[in-house]
């Protein structure tokens, strides 16, 4: 990527030492439990050990990260709902009133909302919780041409990036989430995943927020036709992202690398957040080691990118909504495994005998 | 069962009024998001509309109730620890250091810890977190001899049953958890599945804390003896807790039975208190609908029990502590599905478009 900002940000990412897993993994066996029954936890614990480079990691301050953005694709009637939605759910997450709100509420987490491109102007005047980094109103419609310019998709990886510098120039974070809105960017997101990993396109595309049968034949056209009109290169994920992607997701890709090279472990939400994820990992792979998956969407595309990537999402609960959303459930998991890792007591603080050798 | 106490309880189990599955739906199908999209988060919130009978339910009290007992069949040489480590882990348990504390903590519930049938006596005056409900210095090994009487059967359920609704007269209560502690209780469990289920044993048996394969051919073999010795028929379950049951599982049927009255949630843990909730079903049907299972365990066991009851688990982080750790997590995402049920805008509250028809 050639830009000042954005090369200080990819020097500083650096593969996790992997000597805390060690370490990390030592104290969670003095627990009093057996060896490796927390399962998963024990996992997560670990990773944010080896993240935080921390022996007593702190999950204090968490933050939701919402990236809006509007697709010009929408032109092809591939989503069930109008684009207008994009920005009436910005101003309900602006009141609080969205299911992001409700569940980062839950886990004790904030949300930002940013905007990358909603396709009208979002009036937030002096709400601390939104950042404008539109970079167009709304991206084109990849069946004509390119979805955004060299200099947009450079340009939304950046706004991503800043949105996360400012949030922690305000104070330290310790864990973040990344969540999308956008109508129409389940068809943006399987055209990334099918030209990144070569998979089929019909395999990798879902019915986003719920389409017909109709509409789902005409979303798969409109990727296989998208694809081989500009033939994005694999190896390349700013040309993958600019061909057919989406503001919001190279957003998402830009706070994720930001949060990388401040050593601030990731949630990432479902299909679109795990499709900025895989930007993010095709622009630096020492990413891998600080994004965790929270959970399996329903979205088939996901698999892909898992796969992909070589990690397993913490929660199946069958959800399909975006926004951070899952995001928001697993920071909820990743504390209780912070909590266990500082909090529970050890064998010989508590008295407890050991497994017989 | 025949005891005036439990008659009371069970004939107030009555199945829940479907029609609020519909209404909850109605309520889910008008917030700010795609139909369904929520996925299990939606599936849960119904059901504890249903079992509340609320449409605005709460979870402002959530009370995990932690049984405790010890087995005899553990001079078989069944298990990787000693049984002391049983009262070792309650006075863990009152002192707020072990993962079931942690976990609890998080969730903002309290936990009850329950002595059922501890092999030594529990000095915890004055603990208001702590029942004493012993039926006995644990069961015997029912490789030799039925675990239990019929009355301490019947004694192990009333407590449970009893454990409960003290707690309920302290204040209301919105939703419970139950768990477990207890030496060698794996294999107990085992055996009242394989006794119920009528599955092989081996397929039902796991290695519990983690043993060798030596002591764990030695557990299926302990189990195979114990039904071939005694018979309890698979139809009476009471007849099969008081020939290889323990007291913690008694208790924790009766913990659900009497909340089952109440119309009260219940989160059940793993693999053991999976087994409570196996005998309580058996009692009396109803309970299934008050029921939700947490996770899914790493001991195969409990996949025939979600299956004999016919429902699914939450959550799959490869748990296997026990003590309600499981149920804990499973209660945060209840309470997520809650507050999403009642702190969601509506479309029209937020002027959201709705999808096209």
Redesign the interface.
């Known amino acids: 990527m050639s830009c000042r900002l954005a090369d200080e940000v990819l020097e500083k990412i650096e593969p996790v030492d992997v000597a805390y897993y060690a370490k990390a993994q030592r104290r969670l066996d003095n ?11 024990e996992e997560i614990a670990a990773r944010i050990v080896a993240i935080s480079g921390k022996l007593k990691p702190s999950l204090e301050r968490k933050v939701i990260f919402t990236m809006a953005a509007d697709h010009g694709v929408c032109e092809e009637g591939i989503s ?3 684009q ?2 994009t920005p ?2 910005v ?2 997450f602006l ?1 609080g ?3 992001i709100n ?2 980062a ?3 004790g987490a904030e949300v930002i909302v940013v905007d990358m491109g909603v396709k009208e102007k979002i009036s937030a005047e002096g709400q601390k919780n939104f950042k404008d980094k539109k970079v167009n109103f709304g991206t084109r419609n990849f069946v004509r041409e390119p979805a955004m310019t060299e200099e947009e998709a450079l340009k939304a990886v950046m706004g991503g990036m800043e949105a996360f510098q400012e949030a922690y120039a305000d104070k330290e974070i310790n864990i973040i989430g990344v969540g999308d809105m956008g109508i129409g960017n389940t068809t943006s997101s399987s055209a990334i995943v099918a030209a990144i990993t070569g998979e089929d396109t019909a395999l990798v595309t879902g019915r986003g ?2 389409i017909d049968d109709i509409s789902y034949g005409r979303k798969i056209e409109a990727i296989r036709k998208g694809l081989s009109l500009h033939r994005p290169d694999p190896k390349d994920p700013m040309d993958v992202l600019s061909k057919v992607g989406g503001f919001e997701i190279g957003g998402i890709a830009g706070v994720i690398l930001a949060a990388a090279s401040r050593k601030v472990p990731v949630m990432v939400d479902g299909f679109i957040a795990s499709c900025g994820a895989l930007i993010a990992f095709e622009i630096c792979r020492n990413v891998r080691d600080y994004i965790l998956f929270a959970h399996q969407s ?1 979205e088939a595309g996901q698999l892909a990118v898992l796969r992909h990537i070589g990690q397993k999402p ?8 975006g926004e951070g ?1 899952g995001a ?2 697993g920071i ?2 990743a ?2 495994a912070v ?2 890792f500082n ?3 050890t064998f010989s ?8 050798p």
């Open positions: 627990l009093t439990k057996p060896k490796g029954s927390l399962g998963r936890l069930a709902y109008p207008e939605v009436q759910m101003y309900n009141r009133g969205a299911g409700v569940l509420r839950h886990v927020t719920g329903i913490l929660l199946d609960l069958e959800m399909r909504l959303t928001a459930l909820g998991i504390e209780s909590r266990i909090e529970m007591a603080e508590a008295g407890v005998s050991e497994a017989e």
